[in-house]
């Protein structure tokens, strides 16, 4: 039943592309919550380093299911092929399902392999519940800002079942297909329960009014948003954001501040080579300009039930999220230390060390310390090594991937245990349609 075709001509269909009777099942979830999804938000405590190391390796050897053997070993032949994989699955979806191109951005060279790789990167957790689920239901909460209906992922999965068996041919077998089939059911089901249960509570998007616009450097500016509707996140939680000129394309930004009394939403951005949004939100954005806002995610959040310390590390436009934990804190009134590491390539990078500095005036509890590359010749993790003990401390991580990722081994290093590490690395979440 589930033997592949492929032709010269056309993209590769699997035998049950031509059942149309709707009776087979296959990729064919239920369109309402068979139960109502575990977790809701992201708990502070939860251990939030983007997905943990792959399941592959020794996995084998500690009882891994046969559905994820055989996952991990398609998983294995089609790397050296991801970018053809990648352009031959969009083919056959476009060519197979014309309805769904409007889901897309209209240049697709803006996001490209990212639905794909999400997809795939989530198939290698199947043996993981607790990651697998954390991750696809905020894949499927993120996946309402586009539109997206439960009838649209049996599409989606059968040509990634199209494109994986044309690439993978030397280890695809009817059993390979079977545990794929069951393995993208169950992804499909968690993503679409999380919908819906998120669209009982929120809406799928917020637009947004841009109230003030404060060019800080030539490429960074702080963006002052009113929602049109109330907006509920925490301190250190991020969001996507899709501007006028750009339709259909998002990108992540962490909020700058706790929630406030007046509603208001405030953003740190930096322009970008190439970044269509990012270079939007600085050079042409306005007061007036209305914006779309996702739905509110991230894990990076205080935790109130304990009184260790904060060590917190921000890198650049990485600053915005650890001021708003530093708000948090002072707004709950508790006492705790609170160390900030701001980091910056240059003095000039330091945009909003004033702010920083007028808070460590106002809370005896917060020390800020700038360290900047070119006048310190050393980058932020090997200036944190030289302080501490911070054992008793909790670490925040927010910057680019590189300085998250050397960050937390320095972290390790000075002792902090992972699960007391928490950050929200955008780039590694690999958080689809984006």
Known sequence: MFEARHTMDAPATTSADNDTSGGSGWFTPHTAPTEPPGGGRETPQ????????????????????????????????????????????????????????????????VQRDRLLKALLKAAEYIDNTPVLVDF??????????????????????????????????????????????RTYTRMSQIMIDAAAADELRLPAWWYAEVVAHDLRTPDVAVLTLRPDQPYPFLAGQYTSVETPWWPRVWRHYSFASAPRSDGLLTFHVKAVPAGWVSNALVHRARPGDVVRLGPPTGSMTVDHTTGSGLLCLGGGTGIAPIKALVEEVAEHGERRPVEVFYGARTDHDLYDIDTMMRMQRSHPWLSVRAIVDQRAHLQLP?????????????????????????????????????????????????????
Not at 102 to 109: G, Q, R, V
Not at 144 to 167: D, F, M, N, V, W
Request: hydrophobic residues 40%; charged residues 25%; negative net charge.
């Open 46 to 109: 939860r251990r939030h380093e983007g997905l943990p190391p792959a399941i592959g390796g020794a996995s084998e050897a500690q009882g891994a299911s046969p559905d994820a053997l055989r996952i991990r070993r398609t998983l294995a032949e089609v790397t050296p092929t991801a970018d053809e994989v990648t352009s031959y699955f969009y083919a056959l979806l476009f060519v197979r399902h014309p309805e769904l191109r409007s889901l897309f951005p209209p240049a697709m060279d």
């Open 136 to 181: 696809l239901q905020n894949l499927g909460r993120g996946h309402r800002k586009y539109g997206t209906r439960p009838e649209h992922y049996p599409a989606l999965g059968e040509c990634l079942i199209g494109a994986l068996s044309r690439y993978t041919s030397a280890v695809w077998d009817a059993e390979t297909e079977a545990a794929w089939v």
């Open 382 to 434: 090997d200036a944190v090594r030289e302080y501490g003990p911070w054992t008793a401390y909790d670490a925040y991580l927010s910057g680019p991937p590189g300085m998250i990722r050397s960050g937390v081994a320095a972290l390790r290093d000075a002792g902090i245990p992972s699960e007391r590490i928490r950050h929200d690395s955008v780039e590694e979440l690999l958080v689809v349609w984006n």
